[in-house]
C-alpha cells in the first residue's frame, strides 16, 4: 500500500498572478532585486580585482541608463522588502510579553520600520563622512 | 530522526533580510544612484584607488562578505519557495539550482576578497 494521499484543492496553474496572491508574489519577487543587487556588486568586487581598466568599465556600466532604471528598479523593490518584512516580523517571532501584557503586533512593525528608518540616515551620514 | 537541513536555509534568509530591510535602501541609492549620477557624491568617491583601500581593509571586507553573501542566500530562499509554490521544477532540482548558486557565488566572493589582498 502507499502513503497517504493528500487531498489537492484544483488551482488555476498561474494563480500567482492574481489576487489575493498577487500581493505574496510581489513580496517574494523583492528577494530577486535583493540577489540582482548582490550580483551587482559582486561584478565590481571582481572587476576591482581584474585591475583599474575592468573596474573603471564597471562604473562607467553604472552610469548607463540601463543600470540607472536598474537601480531605480531596485530602490523600489528594496523599500517593498523593508514594509512587508516588518510586516511578517511580529508574526514569525515569539509573543513579546511586557509587564503582562501581550505586545501589539504593529507596534512591532512600527519600531521595525523606525529603526530601518534610523538605519538609512545613519548609513548616509556615514557616506557623507567617508567623502574624500 | 532524520534532521531537516531547512533552519540552516531559514537562518540565512533571516539575517539577509534583516541586513538588508536595514542596510538595502541606502545601499542602492549610494551606489547605484548618487555615484554614478554624482548627486551629492565626489566623483573620487567609489574610485579603483578608494574601492581597492575599502576591500583591502578588514573591516571592508566583512561589510563586502556580509552584504554580497547574505543578500544572495536571502534572495535565494525567496525564489527558491516561490518557484516550488509555483511548481517551476522538481524540488531537488530546485533547491540544487537556488541553493547551488548562492554557494558557488559565496566562495567566488571569498575568493576575489583574497585575491584583493589585506
Known sequence: ?132 | MKRSVAPVFWLLFGAGGMLSAFTGPALVLITGLAVPTGIGVSPSFMSFARATAFAQDPLGKLVLFGVIALFLWHGAERIYLTLRDMRAGGRLALMCICYGSASALTFVTVGTLMIIGF
Open chain 1, 1 to 132: 500500500m502507499t502513503g497517504p494521499r493528500p487531498y489537492l484543492r484544483p488551482a488555476k496553474t498561474a494563480w500567482w498572478a492574481h489576487p489575493p496572491y498577487l500581493a505574496y508574489t510581489l513580496r517574494e519577487a523583492t528577494g530577486v532585486a535583493v540577489a540582482g543587487y548582490a550580483l551587482v556588486l559582486l561584478a565590481g568586487l571582481i572587476n576591482l580585482a581584474s585591475g583599474e581598466e575592468a573596474y573603471d568599465a564597471w562604473l562607467n556600466f553604472l552610469k548607463s541608463p540601463w543600470s540607472l532604471a536598474l537601480h531605480l528598479l531596485f530602490l523600489i523593490a528594496m523599500i517593498g522588502h523593508v514594509w512587508t518584512w516588518f510586516q511578517i516580523m511580529p508574526k514569525t517571532m515569539p509573543r513579546l510579553v511586557i509587564g503582562g501584557r501581550v505586545l501589539p503586533q504593529n507596534w512591532i512593525t512600527a519600531a521595525g520600520l523606525a529603526v530601518a528608518m534610523a538605519a538609512f540616515v545613519i548609513i548616509l551620514l556615514v557616506a557623507e563622512w567617508m567623502q574624500p
